[in-house]
């Protein structure tokens, strides 16, 4: 896709600029484009952070001319007015820019306050310095006081380690216990396997955690009489030693340091059961390392189906279609995992053919994100596929190597009946011919309510055929189209869709090529239609024409609350309009236009200034007169 060049009359803001969602919070460290990954590389030209794909997808492409620097070392800004910040105000107590300071700025009346940065740097030092000195003569007058609650500290976690250590020795025993008693006349060795797991787990932990030795010692009793009494298997063959051994010979075979990791039940029919000693410097390079084999542990919970484990982030840890595998044996059971996050797992096809295989009659499953693994068409067709038999509502498949020739298994999904509300189809290649071929799935769908088709190369034809789409729809609240080479035509045919909609709620349609044509359409469609209430299309060089157009049907429109306008080409004109129509509009609480270069500042802080107006937020509430008193006063 080709983007449009920045202009050059002000900071150009392409598809990372700064606009989350409306109902999120803004987050400094993420980036400003796709929000849900941390920022690396902070433009100075956007003022904004991006991720190194969004970077990859702007500034490396299209944005060459402007610096970027790693995110860490990004300047300061004004909370005002997003500028690098010049100097302190003591009496606001907070940074402040140039335009802070001007005669019409919120410092212009206590000048007097303000200090350069490095004057008030040195103050701020100077009493930290004080404070520390303050601090040192507090932590000395109170050293002893502190001694003592550190040692009532230790004492208490030793107390509390070791009744942890008895209430899980005493489950752990049971547990043992409970599997070996299930199959009370039969071999342990031979045919026990379904519980092998089960017990070895539950063995396991009372050997690393029994802190009591002669409790552990009982325990031990206790377990060698009970296999002894319910199977067929004499306890030298679990435990080792002479047959004829008493129970107080058996029990000196098990002292708690030389037998952690001893495996009840063989692995194999052919291999016997083997104990593991091992020391206690390795167990203290197993804690060391415990953090390198994180997803590992996860695994084993999930094939252990254990209940508290019902958000499983993955992102970046499994290790491609080997790990993918693991899992997939692990979940084919599992009743309690609802969200399962696989994003940057390195996994292939083959792996998620696996994983699809084992999550094909799962019903517990709610949102599966496979984000940025290469699957290719025949690992998105493998996933997509068992979606109607599963529960599924929320899929992530953006960056997954699909193409226009791998869509049909996504449009089979769409038009099966199944439970997906949700799908994310972003950064892929699907072009017009996928996007015709899913809007042709969305005539017919009626549960899907959010699809993300960003940065997919799609055209006016795809956008006509998504149009026709929207005119017959009546489930779909979000649409995701930025990113894409949609011009006036295409803006025309979705700006018809919704014209006869009534269920779109969110359209993102920033960064294509829609121009004063496109804006007009859209105009157009705000006039009649009654659901949309968020319209985002910054950077499509709507130009005055466009800008009048669209403020011209804010006069009409009743439901539209969020516009996004900002660096569109337009000057003091179009900001004028948006200005008229924000006195006779109280609905709309979000007018983004902080990075129109053309735009006076004047203007823009009294547009600003009257979007969040108490007389505004009054009359929405529905505490102020409404009735076409056309005049909203500044406040």
């Not at 701020?124 to 007058?141: C, T």
């Not at 950064?427 to 899907?448: F, H, M, P, W």
């Not at 006869?500 to 969110?506: A, K, P, R």
Request: charged content about 25%; overall charge negative; hydrophobic content about 40%.
């Amino acid at each position: 896709m080709a983007s449009a060049p920045r202009s050059s009359a002000g900071p150009a803001c392409g598809p990372s600029a700064p606009h989350p969602p409306p109902a999120a919070a803004k987050n400094e460290d993420m980036c400003e484009d796709c929000h849900d990954r941390e920022g690396k590389v902070f433009c100075t030209v956007c003022k904004s952070v991006y991720c190194i794909e969004c970077d990859a997808a702007v500034h490396v492409r299209s944005r060459k001319d402007h610096e970027r620097v790693p995110a860490d070392r990004r300047p300061a800004l004004c909370e005002k007015h997003k500028k690098e910040v010049e100097g302190y105000c003591a009496q606001e107590e907070r940074l402040v820019c140039a335009s802070c300071m001007t005669p019409v700025g919120e410092c212009s009346g206590h000048l007097h306050a303000i200090k350069l940065i490095d004057a008030a740097a040195d103050t701020a030092r100077e009493e930290l310095q004080d404070l520390g000195e303050n601090f040192k003569g507090a932590v000395s007058k109170y050293q002893d006081q502190i001694g003592s609650l550190k040692a009532l500290q230790t004492a208490l976690n030793e107390r509390l380690n070791q009744l942890e250590a008895a209430a899980t020795l005493g489950v752990a025993a049971q547990a043992t216990l409970t599997a070996v008693r299930a199959h009370a006349a039969v071999p342990v060795l031979q045919h026990c396997k379904e519980y092998k797991k089960q017990a070895e787990e539950a063995w396991g932990t009372m050997l690393r955690h029994a802190g009591d030795p002669d409790a552990w010692r009982e325990k031990w009793v206790e377990l060698t009489v009970a296999v002894c009494s319910c199977t067929e298997v004499d306890p030298s063959e679990i435990f080792g030693g002479e047959k004829e051994e008493s129970e107080e010979e058996v029990e000196k075979l098990a002292p708690p340091a030389t037998l952690r990791g001893l495996s009840l039940f063989d692995d194999s029919d052919d291999e016997s059961s083997e104990v593991a000693a091992s020391s206690s410097e390795e167990e203290e390079k197993e804690e060391e390392n415990e953090g390198d084999n994180t997803w590992q542990r996860n695994v084993e919970r999930i094939k252990a189906n254990a209940s508290s484990l019902a958000e499983v982030d993955f992102q970046g840890q499994l290790p491609g279609d080997n790990g993918a595998q693991q899992l997939a044996t692990a979940l084919k059971n599992n009743t309690h995992v609802t969200t399962l996050n696989l994003a940057r797992c390195g996994i292939g096809a083959g792996g998620a053919t696996v994983l699809a295989a084992a999550l094909r009659n799962n019903f517990t499953l709610h949102n599966l994100n496979l984000s940025g693994n290469v699957l290719g068409a025949a690992g998105v067709a493998a996933i997509v596929g068992i979606v109607p038999s599963t529960q599924i509502r929320d899929l992530e498949l953006r960056e997954t190597g699909l193409n226009a020739g791998g869509v049909r298994a996504v449009v089979e999904c769409l038009r099966a009946k199944s439970n997906l509300l949700e799908l994310d189809l972003s950064s892929n290649d699907i072009r017009d011919e996928g996007a015709a071929q899913i809007a042709a799935a969305l005539k017919v769908n009626n549960t899907l309510t959010k699809l993300d088709v960003r940065s997919n190369n799609i055209g006016n034809e795809g956008a006509r055929e998504l149009g026709a789409a929207l005119r017959v729809n009546s489930a779909l609240q979000v649409l995701q189209l930025p990113l894409n080479d949609i011009g006036p035509a295409g803006a025309r045919a979705l700006a018809d869709g919704l014209k006869v909609n009534t269920t779109l709620e969110q359209l993102r349609i920033y960064n294509n090529q829609i121009g004063p044509d496109g804006a007009c359409a859209f105009a157009d469609a705000l006039r009649v239609n009654s659901s949309l209430k968020t319209l985002i299309l910054f950077y499509n060089k709507i130009g005055d024409v466009g800008a009048c157009a669209l403020a011209a049907a804010l006069h009409d429109n009743a439901t539209l609350s969020e516009l996004d306008a900002d660096q569109n080409d337009f000057g003091n004109e179009g900001a004028r309009a948006f200005l008229q129509a924000l006195k006779v509009n109280v609905n709309i609480a979000k007018l983004d236009m902080s990075y129109c270069g053309k735009v006076s500042k004047d203007l823009l802080a009294e547009i600003a200034a009257l979007v969040v107006s108490p007389a505004r937020a009054a009359a929405r509430d529905g505490e102020a007169d409404t009735k076409p008193a056309r005049e909203i006063p500044l406040a």
